[in-house]
């Protein structure tokens, strides 16, 4: 500034005997008299007027603008100080009184000509002129109508409505005491639910509900506000730390749903990395897509599960440019598992960091329920070894507690350093009330009994594969993957919606369709998710009723799709059957399905043998139930 400052005065005869810090003073020493822009005027203006130089450029800029002054010289000065120089009350957003300073450089950087409205005249104004200030504060007339509001949404509506992806919603009220029944509007309309995420019936678990009870009856109802204002305490840092034990993390981050977890950190993370490249898996969840959109930085899309054209994407950035990897472990409308471990190996050779939703897998796959990632490594996870797995090398693993676990939330886990970013930048977890206590608590309760009970999981695998293999035997078009998830292919948004409805009307089983945009158009489909409480009464009564509704509707058939030359995995030529990925010694039941094949091997189906392992494991449980 100073040497600016000495250039000048060599130049100018107003500056020559000026000392700087005498110019400085003089920009702060203001005179009574107001400025035309409101405020007051300092010496130096004043002195700047009187310029051959300074005073023409200063007279045509204020000529340019005209009477409305110049904007933010006054700055929030202006929003302070009446027509009388009096200070008037300040209003709730309103900034303290400050000095007018003077701008420097173009005001309108380039821009000079934009027309500003008219000033409002003062009281004192309007008195001495009211011909003048009749005509400023006259209204502006428009052309045209306003803005047909309810049309547009009549519109929107109408276009849902027109395509059969118009949403409807049934009145689902789940039954803690008779999982995995509810009842509709009236209690006597009792249905069965085949498409909860609750897929272990941990939401009327009695360790849950008893940890949530008591933490209800002793802290409240509500959290109180935000984790920085009065809604942090023992029930986060505990179910933070559960977590992140779970996942064998440094540290873990709860939001206030999972949606909100990869919207939040995505959007953090791309906006804040310079030049930033999210590489998106093309089936990746809407809440992860939004993440990328608002991070505003640049995106990749590679084909699902296809490593070779992540590679080739990689390939094709910079080496120094940061990259996120954003896939999940299971997508849950086809079912499909993501190839972590290659997707790692990339990472680490393209210099990327891995990003990866684990939310309709945690719970439901690993010794202690942390996901597919825990899973690959199945061995070293069950001897509490977990150095050197495919989930250590990820750096960003999310999930949910409101699917498995039963309860509501979601969170991230990884890094002390990366979790602090997130926590210190994210504004969808800065700004937004914490997570109830009590909800907390029934998470936390949930993790930790699933770590340490594989019963559940069990159960539910078998239901999978007995759903599974009775839809095959009857050509019912599953789409084939290795997971929990049940699909049922369509194919057609308005036949998806029927044969929903009269599952429902007909049958009293509730199963909700997916249509677009959960799905493309043209890959409509059922989602059926079995839990351990689908017992034989309810798996036999679900298959007749779809094998009933689709030869009502004229469904088509795996064969039929088969002769169309296959579509998304069904009835494809050649294509190799999709094996479970929890196999018979994971899940504890390899020697029991070995000495029920040798009793019947002349008879048994696989089919069969799956309900045969079902009834033991039932009788299993009913024993140790009469023991308790």
Same mark, same amino acid.
């Given at each position: ?245 779970l996942h064998a993390q440094e540290a873990a981050l709860v939001f206030s749903s999972c949606y909100v977890a990869n919207d939040a950190t995505l959007a953090t993370l791309g906006s804040k990395m310079p030049d930033c490249v999210i590489l998106s898996d093309s089936l990746n969840h809407a809440s992860m897509i939004q993440g990328i959109r608002h991070s505003g930085t640049k995106k990749v899309i590679f084909? &699902? ?75 070293? &996870? ?103 998830i049940i699909p049922i292919l369509v194919g057609n948004a308005e036949l998806a919606k029927q044969a929903s409805d009269k599952l429902l009307q007909d049958h009293q089983i509730y199963v909700q369709s997916i249509n677009y945009p959960t799905v493309p158009v043209g890959q409509e489909r059922l989602r059926i998710t079995p839990t351990p409480g689908h017992t034989k009464e309810y798996r036999d009564h ?85 023991a308790a």
């Amino acid at each position: 500034m100073d040497s600016v400052l000495r250039q000048s005065k060599a130049m100018c005869p107003f500056m020559k005997k000026a000392t700087a810090a005498g110019l400085r003073a003089m920009t702060t020493a203001a005179r009574p008299a107001a400025s035309p822009c409101g405020g007051t005027i300092s010496k130096l203006q004043t002195l700047a007027r009187r310029c051959p130089v300074m005073g023409k450029a200063m007279a045509v800029q204020s000529a340019r603008i005209g009477h409305a002054g110049i904007p933010g010289v006054a700055g929030r000065a202006m929003s302070t100080v009446s027509a009388h120089g009096k200070t008037s009350k300040a209003k709730i957003h309103t900034s303290g009184a400050q000095e007018a300073q003077a701008v420097e450089g173009a005001i309108f950087n380039g821009r000079e000509k934009v027309p500003l409205p008219p000033r409002i005249p003062t009281k004192a104004q309007a008195a001495a002129n009211p011909l003048t200030a009749a005509r400023t504060a006259a209204p502006v007339t428009h052309n045209g109508t306003k803005f047909d509001y309810e049309g547009f949404y009549n519109n929107e509506l109408e276009k849902k409505h027109k395509d059969k992806s118009y949403r409807y919603f049934n009145n689902i009220n789940r039954l803690a005491k008779e999982f995995p029944r509810a009842h509709m509007s009236t209690r006597e309309e009792k249905v069965t639910v085949w498409c909860a995420n609750d897929y272990l019936g941990m939401g009327r678990n009695p360790h849950v509900l008893k940890a949530m009870h008591e933490t209800l009856d002793e802290y409240g109802a509500g959290a109180g506000g935000t984790r920085n204002i009065s809604g942090h305490n023992r029930h986060a840092v505990e179910l933070e730390a559960t977590i992140a034990k779970l996942h064998a993390q440094e540290a873990a981050l709860v939001f206030s749903s999972c949606y909100v977890a990869n919207d939040a950190t995505l959007a953090t993370l791309g906006s804040k990395m310079p030049d930033c490249v999210i590489l998106s898996d093309s089936l990746n969840h809407a809440s992860m897509i939004q993440g990328i959109r608002h991070s505003g930085t640049k995106k990749v899309i590679f084909k &699902h599960n296809d490593v070779k054209d992540l590679e080739e994407k990689l390939a094709a950035l910079p080496l120094h440019v940061p990259k996120i990897i954003a896939f999940e472990s299971v997508y849950s409308m086809c079912g499909s598992i993501g190839p972590i471990e290659e997707i790692c190996d990339l990472a680490e050779k393209y210099g990327a960091i891995t990003f990866l939703d684990e939310v309709h897998a945690v719970g439901m796959y690993g010794p202690h329920g942390a996901g597919v990632a825990e899973h690959l490594d199945f061995e070293a &996870h069950a001897q509490g070894k977990p150095r050197g797995t495919i989930m250590e090398r990820i750096d960003i693993i999310t999930g949910t507690l409101g699917k498995a676990y039963g309860c509501v939330g979601g969170y991230i886990a990884g890094s002390a350093k990366l979790v602090d970013t997130v926590r210190s930048l994210a504004p969808g977890f800065i700004f937004t009330t914490s997570l109830p206590p009590a909800v907390m608590a029934g998470a936390r309760a949930a993790i930790e009994y699933q770590m340490n009970y594989n019963g559940d999981r069990r159960l539910q695998q078998l239901h999978t594969r007995a759903v599974k293999e009775a839809l095959g035997e009857r050509d019912i078009p599953v789409i084939p993957n290795p997971s929990h998830i049940i699909p049922i292919l369509v194919g057609n948004a308005e036949l998806a919606k029927q044969a929903s409805d009269k599952l429902l009307q007909d049958h009293q089983i509730y199963v909700q369709s997916i249509n677009y945009p959960t799905v493309p158009v043209g890959q409509e489909r059922l989602r059926i998710t079995p839990t351990p409480g689908h017992t034989k009464e309810y798996r036999d009564h679900l298959v007749g009723a779809i094998q009933t509704i689709w030869e009502e509707l004229g469904i088509k058939r795996t064969s039929e799709w088969a002769a169309e030359g296959g579509f998304i995995g069904v009835g494809e030529p050649n294509a190799a059957a999709e094996e479970p990925l929890w196999t018979d010694e994971q899940l504890g039941i390899a020697e029991a399905a070995r000495t029920i094949e040798q009793e019947a091997k002349a008879t048994t189906t696989r089919g069969g043998l799956t309900e045969r392992l079902l009834e033991r494991e039932m009788e299993g449980l009913q024993t140790a139930s009469a023991a308790a």
